[in-house]
């Protein structure tokens, strides 16, 4: 069975970076599954925010794309979130998750990130 | 890239069944057949309930089904059960290569 835990700060001041961890078990980071991040909040529900193969490849949503980063410690089974110059709209409950063949089947438990001075 | 469209709720009885639509366009919905819906239960994280349009996944109720016309795809759920009772979302692989969710169907039991 695959799980993801997200772990990271919960508050992040105004024009910070926000870096959130998934730590994968069940599974390893250098097979074939897409690692996802997602996040959720009341203005904007869910919103896909971006992925990586462990080859590298990335790809990112348009409207994050200048402020995120995705990247992969294959010898710790993790994947990370970097989101840069943050606000108050970015204040959501952030997921980890993984895809496979365009299927998100295994999702973390999700944890809150506030943007507050 | 804008969100897919659902209704905001749908409601039913129990044992009746209702559907939830979910509309985008040929760049995503009707173009792929990579559509995946979820179920989310409050502070739990989304669950899912099919995925390639009319797929299911192991463990999840026939009750649940999947169909997709044009840009429009849709969700059954049939026997309504008071556990049923959940938000839930579309979610749809793109022309641009990225991912998108509907707007998101609150799910009443009456």
């Known amino acids: 069975q695959v799980q993801l835990q997200e772990s990271g700060p919960g508050l992040v001041k105004p024009s910070g970076t926000l870096s959130l961890t998934c730590t994968v078990s069940?599974?390893?980071?250098?097979?074939?599954?897409?690692w996802t991040w997602i996040r959720q909040s009341p203005e904007k529900g869910l919103e896909w925010i971006g992925e990586?193969?462990?080859?590298?490849?990335?790809m990112y949503n348009p409207s994050l794309k200048s402020r995120v980063t995705i990247s992969v410690d294959k010898s710790k089974n993790q994947f990370f979130l970097k989101l840069n110059s943050v606000t108050a709209a970015d204040t959501a409950v952030y997921y980890c998750?993984?895809?496979?063949?365009?299927?998100?089947?295994?999702w973390g438990q999700g944890t809150l990130v506030t943007v507050s001075s | 890239q804008s969100a897919l469209t659902q209704p905001a709720s749908v409601s039913g009885s129990p044992g009746q069944s209702i559907t939830i639509s979910c509309t985008g366009s040929?760049?995503?919905?009707?173009?792929?057949?990579?559509v995946s819906w979820y179920q989310q239960h409050p502070g739990k994280a989304p669950k899912l309930m099919i995925y390639?349009?009319?797929n299911r996944p192991s463990g999840v109720s026939n009750r649940f089904s999947g169909s997709k016309s044009g840009n429009t795809a849709s969700l059954t759920i049939s026997g309504l059960q008071a556990e049923d009772e959940a938000d839930y979302y579309c979610?749809?692989?793109?022309?641009?290569?990225?991912?998108?969710f509907g707007t998101g169907t609150q799910v009443t039991v009456l």
């Open positions: 998750a993984s895809a496979d063949n365009y299927v998100t089947v295994y």
């Open positions: 069940g599974d390893s980071i250098s097979s074939n599954n897409w």
């Open positions: 990586m193969h462990h080859s590298g490849t990335t």
């Open positions: 040929s760049s995503d919905v009707g173009g792929y057949k990579y």
């Open positions: 390639e349009v009319s």
């Open positions: 979610y749809s692989y793109t022309s641009s290569r990225i991912y998108v």
